[in-house]
T-cell receptor, first 116, second 110 residues
Framework: DTEVTQTPKHLVMGMTNKKSLKCEQH?????MYWYKQKAKKPPELMFVYSYEKLSINESVPSRFSPECPNSSLLNLHLHALQPEDSALYLC???????????????FGAGSRLTVL | KQEVTQIPAALSVPEGENLVLNCSFTDSAIYNLQWFRQDPGKGLTSLLLIQSSQREQTSGRLNASLDKSSGRSTLYIAASQPGDSATYLCARGSNYKLTFGKGTLLTVNP
């Protein structure tokens, strides 16, 4: 299995809703990532997990809450989002530790989020 | 600040033409350089990865080169096809992070 699977593919939510995005991989990767991509912009890193622990938080607002329940799963919990948070959310995974070849990332197809 | 710049921002070519996409980056202390393809509204498909110790990689009609000293990478597409139409993103890999360029929107006209 060489894929990163993201669900749902599309999500529409109101500003008072609580929802979650899910990501799963079975490649034995111990690093998992969330990227955010606004329309016509490049992806931007949000969070990095290594060995199920949060390693990097790129100053992301607390209305985004990541969770890594095990080595194959990565969630992104969403609460009280704003319309400007509408974007494509991309999950990726890679091997760890750091070093040459460590961050050959495999991306999922993304979850398209619309906040009304 | 680590930056990645892609030129041109958009490119339109007739089918069959060979073409080159350019990527430049600051800070030569990179781990690798990756090229991705993104179709409209879709995720990223990895095309080629060049490790910092390598100078080029090839896959089918695609060839990517890396020149760390000048901070440049190129993606060469031979005999372009309408199915190659997409946005091509290059990304500079550091120890934990990929930094992306804004991409080149390629249109191959039949």
């Amino acid at each position: 299995d060489t894929e990163v699977t993201q669900t749902p593919k599309h999500l529409v939510m109101g500003m008072t809703n609580k929802k979650s995005l899910k990501c799963e991989q079975h490649m034995g990767h111990r690093a998992m990532y969330w990227y955010k991509q606004k329309a016509k912009k490049p992806p931007e890193l949000m969070f990095v997990y290594s060995y199920e622990k949060l390693s990097i938080n790129e100053s992301v607002p607390s209305r985004f809450s990541p969770e890594c329940p095990n080595s194959s799963l990565l969630n992104l919990h969403l609460h009280a989002l704003q319309p400007e948070d509408s974007a494509l959310y991309l999950c990726a995974s890679s091997h760890w530790p750091k070093g040459s070849g460590a961050n050959v990332l495999t991306f999922g197809a993304g979850s398209r989020l619309t906040v009304l | 600040k680590q930056e990645v710049t892609q030129i041109p921002a958009a490119l339109s070519v007739p089918e069959g033409e060979n073409l080159v996409l350019n990527c430049s980056f600051t800070d030569s202390a990179i781990y690798n350089l990756q090229w991705f393809r993104q179709d409209p509204g879709k995720g990223l498909t990895s095309l080629l990865l060049i490790q910092s110790s390598q100078r080029e990689q090839t896959s089918g009609r695609l060839n990517a080169s890396l020149d760390k000293s000048s901070g440049r990478s190129t993606l060469y597409i031979a005999a372009s096809q309408p199915g190659d139409s997409a946005t091509y993103l290059c990304a500079r890999g550091s120890n934990y992070k990929l930094t992306f360029g804004k991409g080149t929107l390629l249109t191959v006209n039949p």
